[in-house]
């Protein structure tokens, strides 16, 4: 099926076919189910524009990297992502909406891949993390609970980890876990290989 250009799909039922999403095509899809599609995403800021919808065993990947950006407003069940996504959450939002000021209805996220994409300090919402797969290290996957108790510790953390996990204490109690690359995560911190391994083990539970 064709769509136009700006066109926001609405209401449909699609099987099986490739769609691309950005400046000079379709916007979005708002209300739909999608199974086994292929959908790729030239939105580097704002979102995914996929609203309402149903997605079941599609693929999504971005074109470039997906920057401050948001996945919530849709539930994605054994569906792959591949790309580069930095500072994106994922999930179901934990803030009410703007114009309904009521919580979100969607954000499912079950049995879903990552395993191709790179998660730079992305962020999971009211997510079971354990029902989703992720790159082996480089990156690794910190669970909210060992982030608190991290924080709440009296041990000494390496260069500007301790200031990373103050952060993280403050962060809404929806929050599943926060994604990291190890080079970022040493840029950001001014730590070593060695100091950010060792402060992984030292706070337990991540999924490397």
Sequence with gaps: MSYVIDEMISDLEITNESLA??????????GCTLRSCNIVIDVPKGGPSIYRCKLVDCTISVKKRMKDARFFGSDYTRCKFKGMFSAV??????????L?????KYGDMVDCDFTEATLDLCRFFNVDIALQKFAHWPQFVIP?????VAADS??????KFAEYLAVAAQENP???A?????????????????????????????IR
């Design 89 to 98: 959450d994922f999930g179901r939002s934990p803030w009410p909406g703007p």
């Design 100 to 104: 309904t000021h009521e919580m979100d």
């Design 178 to 206: 926060t994604t990291g690359t190890a080079a970022y995560f040493m840029k950001r911190n001014a730590i070593t290989q060695e100091e950010l391994e060792q402060a992984l083990e030292k706070i337990g539970g991540v």
């Design 21 to 30: 999403f950005g400046e000079n095509l379709p916007r979005g899809v708002r």
């Design 154 to 159: 009296n041990g000494s953390w390496p260069g």
């Design 174 to 176: 929806a929050l599943a």
């Design 144 to 148: 909210h609970d060992r982030e608190l």
